[in-house]
């Protein structure tokens, strides 16, 4: 890693993980929850843990540019690809 931190990747990625976790729980607990009859987790819910990464970072993201279009199908798959895209555009790349 080159200009951003082991500690930000852990930090990133542990906000990413507990936020999607805290999402399925409320999910389970909401009988009249209807986020189960697309991705597990859409693309605009994806946004909403921009708000903590933003702070991680100390900048405003591009969020437009780092999150996939059409959500996200596993808790794996949304952590990695979304640190991948956080790590991609500070070092200065476009996002994910």
């Known amino acids: 890693m080159?200009?951003?931190s082991v500690k930000v990747?852990?930090?990133i990625e542990?906000?990413?993980g507990d936020f999607w976790d805290k999402r399925a729980l409320e999910i389970l607990e909401d009988p009249l929850a209807t986020d189960d009859?697309?991705?597990p987790?859409?693309?605009i819910a994806a946004c909403d843990a921009f708000v903590g990464i933003d702070k991680i970072v100390?900048?405003?993201?591009?969020?437009e540019l780092i999150v996939r279009h059409g959500g996200?199908?596993?808790r794996q798959q949304f952590v990695t690809e979304i640190t991948n895209g956080v790590l991609k555009h500070l070092e200065g790349g476009a996002g994910g």
């Open 14 to 16: 542990k906000l990413l």
């Open 2 to 4: 080159n200009t951003v």
């Open 58 to 63: 100390n900048c405003k993201l591009p969020v």
């Open 72 to 74: 996200y199908t596993s």
């Open 37 to 39: 009859l697309g991705a």
């Open 41 to 43: 987790l859409d693309s």
């Open 9 to 11: 990747k852990v930090e």
